[in-house]
Structure formats: structure tokens, C-alpha cells
């Protein structure tokens, strides 16, 4: 059997795309709750909000160190595995990844150490303002790179030479048409998969009765959050699936399995589509419900997945189903958080046990929502990597042989396979250990500055005057 290097590509870019997206949507959610968490401690003076955050901050650094090691990994598929597509657009792509470095990374990288390491050496307003640069730079960081994949989903601003894109207008490359609905919807994202880590982590903790405090400190905090960002997402989301009609119409119909296009679709529930027959098997539809909220209008026009030839659809039972789990996660998150009130207008919030055990369960549903949005966004722009304008089969790199991608696939999986649970490993003896696993009142303090008087060497025990000329030597 021969093995083809384009489907071997794709699958190792799929997988450590897929392990590497787990940790921004943490990262970048909980560097912006520690920046919450040392302004509320810096104007309030409360110290468990201080706790709270030196918790949170011990988790942030494990994650944060996997994800720069597989995010500096990653790119080199660029060039081993895409050399075509880095050599048609690098003039485009290139410095969008430079501006990355230069604006996010180098601000990570300046202030990252002041809120890790140096929190007895500032005052506490510098360490706010440490937490809130490190919370900018995963913010900009996201920034760039989905200005990246939205120019490739949602091309403009270029002049293409010899086969080459350039830029035209760096304004039209960054703000394409569908970036602002992306990074909205992604960071929004984001934010609630890490809310619903903190919901989880504070519904553990007051189950095993420790650190009652920092632990409805953390449940309020998160329920609060997430009341006002799951209607958002889902409002985001929509915003989104109208910008897609216009811009990417075979994408959104492959996410509702929509084969014949017109007025007034109805919207498939549940099925089985099949891509050679043309049709879904054992399918439950709504009718005019589709055009209803994909144009919301009951007779909106919607194009289907016959109005494109063959070879220009997406694989569509993959899209379909993504697109599915990550709604249904998103009705399930809203049930979550109103149940959650309802607890809480009742007094129950902190004692229902059920509740609070369920809540530990739900504590990945964030990351199987972005995994399943991420399914959906990229499966759904094949086969183009350059959406409408290059193929992913002219983008692989020409000489690569099977074999090649074979073994550097298997190199990821088992390195990955490695690092993953490691981490996963630090990460639970942290929740384990809860909010304060030592006493900070113990702590020794680190000064700096003169000494307000000379420091004076004490002589060594049964030491001779020689022997302290030679120690001072």
C-alpha cells in the first residue's frame, strides 16, 4: 500500500495543531482572569484575591511553557511539510508571524518573569501591571495569528506574481472580511473554556471541603462571567455564520448538510450525509427553518452543495457533525450556567453535590467546543488552503516521499503523547494541592537596595586569622 504524503501531512498538521490550540484557549483566558484577579487584590487589599491568583498563576506557567515548545514546533511543518504554500505566500504570511514575535512574544517574553518570579521584588501595582501586559501580549498573539488564517480563509489585499502572492494593502490583508467575526468568536471562546476550568477547579475544591473561600470566590467569579459570554458566543457565532453565507456559501453548507440550494431550506437536525449520493441518510429536518436563522428571513435564499462542483466541496459528514458538537456543547453550557442560577437565587449554589460534581465533568467542554469549532473552520475550507485561489494538493512540498511524513508522524505522536500527559500530570498535583499549598505569610521576603548597615562577616568556628585572609582572598 502507498502511502501519500498530502493525506500524511494533513494528519500530522491535524495533530499538533489539534494538541497545541488546547493550550492558547486556556492560556489566553487565564492570564486575562489573573490580571482580573491582582486589580482587585491591588484596589481592594483583600488577600484571597492574592491567593486566588498565586494559584492560578502556578497553572498558568505549566501551560504557558508547553504551549510556547509546541507552538515554536508547529511552523517548521511550513517548511518541511509546505513548502509550496510558504513559498507562494510568504510575502503575505511571513511577516504577519513577524509582527507576532515583535508585538506579542517579545511582550510575553518582557514581563513574563516580573509575574512568575518577581512579585516580592515590585510593588503590587507593577505586578498588576505585569499581569495585564502578559494578558495583552496572548491577546495579540491571537490577534496575528487568526489575521493569518483569515487572510488564507478570506483572501484580499494581495497581487499575485509569477505565482506569488504579495501584498497590496496590509490594511485589506489584516482586516479581511471575516477576521473580526473570527477573533471575536475565538477569543470569546476562549474565555469561556477557561471560566469553565475555573468553574471546575472551584466546584473540586469546595467538594473536598478546603480552601471553602478561594473556592466560591473562583465558582462566583466564573458563573458571573459566563452569564454574560455564552449568550455572547452564541450571538458571535451567528454573526460569524452569517459572514461565512456570504463569503465561504459551500463551507455553510456542508455544515448543514445542504445539498439542494433555494429559498426557504429547512434545517437538518440530525444526519448521515453522503458525499458520493448526494443526499443524508436517516436525516430530521426542520422546514424553512434553515433559511430562518442562516438569513433570518423565512425565505432567505441559501446555497447548496450542489450549486459547487464536486471537487470543490469540503468533506462534508466531518463538517457536519463538528459543527454539530460544537453547538450542542454551546446549549449544553448555557443549561449549565442557568441551572447554576437557579441554585443560586436558592441558596444551594455551594452545597448542591450533584451540581458541583457535574460541574467537574463539564470542565472540558470549552476545549471540545473549540476543537470541534476548529474542525469546522478548517475541514470546511477544503480543498484550499488559500480559500478559492490554491489547492492544498499544490501546496505540499514536491519531493516529500510517504515514508518521510510517516516517520516524522510518528515522532510527533510519540513526543507529544509524552508531553501532553507530563504536563497533565503537574497540572492536577497543582489542583490537587489547591489555592494555597504553603503559608505566604512564611515566606521569606526578598529586598533590595543599600544595606542600611555595613554587613560584617563573622568569623568561622575554630578559624585562625590565616584562614580568613585566605577565605577573603
Known amino acids: 500500500m502507498s502511502l501519500d504524503p498530502l493525506i500524511l501531512s494533513r494528519l500530522q498538521f491535524v495533530w499538533v495543531v489539534a494538541w497545541h490550540i488546547l493550550l492558547p484557549a486556556f492560556t489566553v483566558g487565564i492570564a486575562s482572569y489573573i490580571a482580573l484577579l491582582e486589580g482587585l487584590h491591588t484596589w481592594t487589599k483583600r488577600p484571597i484575591y492574592l491567593t486566588v491568583s498565586k494559584f492560578w498563576i502556578r497553572l498558568f506557567a505549566v501551560t504557558f511553557g508547553m504551549g510556547v515548545v509546541s507552538g515554536i514546533v508547529m511552523p517548521f511543518q511550513f517548511g518541511t511539510n509546505w513548502s509550496r504554500f510558504s513559498d507562494a505566500t510568504s510575502n503575505v504570511v511571513g511577516p504577519l508571524f513577524a509582527y507576532e514575535g515583535l508585538t506579542a512574544f517579545f511582550l510575553e517574553a518582557a514581563f513574563l518573569g516580573v509575574l512568575l518570579f518577581g512579585r516580592k521584588l515590585v510593588p503590587p501595582w507593577a505586578h498588576f501591571v505585569a499581569a495585564t501586559m502578559v494578558a495583552t501580549g496572548t491577546l495579540l498573539s491571537t490577534f496575528w495569528i487568526l489575521a493569518v488564517n483569515s487572510w488564507m480563509q478570506t483572501p484580499q489585499g494581495y497581487t499575485v506574481i509569477d505565482g506569488r502572492f504579495f501584498p497590496a494593502s496590509w490594511v485589506d490583508i489584516i482586516f479581511t472580511p471575516s477576521f473580526p467575526y473570527r477573533l471575536a468568536h475565538v477569543v470569546s471562546g476562549f474565555y469561556v473554556t477557561t471560566a469553565f476550568v475555573v468553574l471546575a477547579v472551584g466546584a473540586y475544591t469546595l467538594r473536598k471541603g478546603r480552601f471553602v473561600e478561594e473556592a466560591r470566590v ?256
Open 218 to 473: 473562583m465558582m462566583r467569579m466564573a458563573l458571573g462571567f459566563l452569564t454574560l459570554f455564552v449568550p455572547l458566543q452564541i450571538v458571535l457565532g451567528d454573526m460569524h455564520g452569517l459572514n461565512t453565507l456570504e463569503h465561504q456559501p459551500a463551507k455553510l453548507a456542508a455544515m448543514e448538510g445542504l445539498w439542494e440550494g433555494g429559498q426557504g431550506v429547512p434545517a437538518s437536525l440530525f444526519g448521515f450525509p453522503d458525499q458520493k449520493a448526494e443526499t443524508n441518510h436517516w436525516e430530521i429536518a426542520v422546514p424553512k427553518l434553515g433559511s430562518l436563522y442562516l438569513t433570518h428571513h423565512w425565505d432567505g435564499a441559501v446555497k447548496g452543495l450542489k450549486d459547487f462542483p464536486a471537487d470543490e466541496r469540503p468533506p462534508v459528514i466531518v463538517v457536519y457533525w463538528a459543527f454539530r458538537v460544537m453547538v450542542g456543547v454551546g446549549l449544553l453550557m448555557l443549561a449549565i450556567v442557568g441551572v447554576g442560577w437557579l441554585l443560586r437565587w436558592g441558596g444551594r449554589l455551594y452545597t448542591t453535590r450533584w451540581y458541583l460534581r457535574g460541574l467537574q465533568w463539564a470542565g472540558p467542554l470549552g476545549f471540545i467546543a473549540v476543537l470541534a469549532g476548529w474542525t469546522t473552520t478548517e475541514v470546511g475550507r477544503q480543498p484550499w488552503t488559500v480559500y478559492g485561489l490554491m489547492r492544498t494538493a499544490q501546496s505540499v512540498t514536491p519531493s516529500l516521499t510517504g515514508a518521510d511524513v510517516l516517520i516524522s508522524l510518528l515522532m510527533y505522536l510519540a513526543v507529544y503523547l509524552l508531553i501532553y500527559p507530563t504536563g497533565f500530570f503537574f497540572l492536577r498535583r497543582i489542583v490537587r494541592n489547591g489555592p494555597m499549598d504553603h503559608d505566604p505569610e512564611n515566606e521569606t521576603l526578598v529586598e533590595s537596595g543599600r544595606p542600611a548597615q555595613p554587613v560584617v562577616a563573622l568569623p568561622l568556628p575554630h578559624a585562625t586569622p590565616t584562614t580568613l585572609n585566605q577565605g577573603d582572598a
